[in-house]
């Protein structure tokens, strides 16, 4: 992933699919891994992981 916005359209495209919220977990852990030298990063990771998972607790859309 080059830049924050490609990380948050992974993510928006992994909530469409319907993926299951242990399958964006694992998703999340991996991301985290690859970034884990850079803070930024995992803020933004943070952000969105809390996003949503909890969207997808509540069945909303993002």
Sequence with gaps: MKNKDDL?????NCFNR?????????FIDRVRCYWMDHPEMIALID?????????LGEGKEV
Excluded: A, H, M, R
């Design 18 to 26: 319907g993926c299951t919220p242990e399958q964006l977990q694992d």
């Design 8 to 12: 948050n359209k992974v993510f928006q």
């Design 47 to 55: 952000d969105l992981e809390v996003k949503y998972i909890t969207s």
